[in-house]
């Protein structure tokens, strides 16, 4: 009877053992395996879950989901840009979920309010300028940028990257189309160059004189520092008087089709709490999602700034409109 019930127990346990290793989630995602790697093998570590990930562009991962429909293996979409998310929820390729730990580890105005999508990492879009040719009292706003003592002294990124989508959606949920629209022909008015294909490209311009200000994400602005620590660029924190700096985030969302939703959902509240915040900011010098994380070391420095706490879903309320308004005034 011992033997029996011995046996019959060891069994259970084999039973246990098999089903926690063939515990998966399975992520597609728009990050590099360099900045998600880490966190899933600690995640791993933490769980016994294994985490298998494809990644690849935002775009072909969303219409990959909707190839594969309920046949899809993704249990998780993660990319950055709440717009690129919201669009991913907007073609009903997600699912909500509405959690305490997400809840309390994530302000609300980086989640969606109908929980598609949570935020994991904060991008904060800011000013950078030739501390040689700028003087931080005549900076203060991105609004600012659009006044005439900026003539030929500005830098902007092309208007066709999601960046510059989301902030000038972010311009017309506080502002209005019609003031938006001024600051917009303001901006092209004072343009020194045709806008840039990339972030890095307008601190290369600020540098080489051919501009004085510009707008960047501020871990591009870390990793240049990281390369030329002497260089003459300053950042400087817009909007702190009015409706703080326009922050984007990178995140991730459960798919609607999900076959293990149970686990995506435990890694994406794992990837919230400090523990993983704290890896996860510092591979990218973006700042923590969860406000109880502080920023990386090699970032802290710039000082804490007050945050724009427009609900991000409202970027991707607000792109179509965005985009038509910055075609209208001849933003390229
Ligand atoms: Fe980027």
Known sequence: MKIKHLILSLSVLALVAQSIASDTVTVYSSRKAHLIKPLFDTFTEDTGISVKYLTGKGNALIERLKLEGKNTHADMYMTVDAGNLWYAASQDLLLPVQTKTLKNNIPQHL????????????????????????????????????????????CLRTSKKIYTKSLVASLIHHHGEAKTGEIISGWVDNLAATPNAKDSHIMDAILSAQ??????????????????????????????????????????????????????????????????????????????????????????????????????????????????????????
């Open 111 to 154: 989640r969606d309010p109908n929980g598609f999508w949570s935020g994991l990492s904060v991008r904060a879009r800011t000013i950078v300028y030739s501390t040689e040719r700028v003087s931080r009292k005549d900076l203060s706003t991105y609004q600012d940028l659009a006044d005439k003592k900026w003539d030929g002294r500005l």
């Open 211 to 332: 501009c004085d200000v510009g707008l960047v994400n501020t871990y591009y602005f870390a990793r240049l520092i990281a390369k030329k620590p002497d260089a003459a660029l300053g950042l400087f924190w817009a909007n702190q008087n009015t409706t703080g700096v326009h922050v984007n985030i990178s995140g991730a969302g459960v798919t609607k089709y999900a076959s293990n939703p149970k686990a995506a959902i435990q890694l994406l509240e794992w990837l919230s709490s400090a523990k993983a915040q704290r890896i996860y900011a510092g591979l990218n010098k973006e700042y923590p999602a969860n406000p109880n994380v502080a920023a990386d070391e090699s970032i802290s420095g710039w000082g804490v700034f007050k945050q724009d706490k427009m609900n991000l879903s409202q970027v991707g309320i607000l792109q179509v409109r965005a985009v038509k308004l910055m075609q209208e005034k001849g933003y390229r």
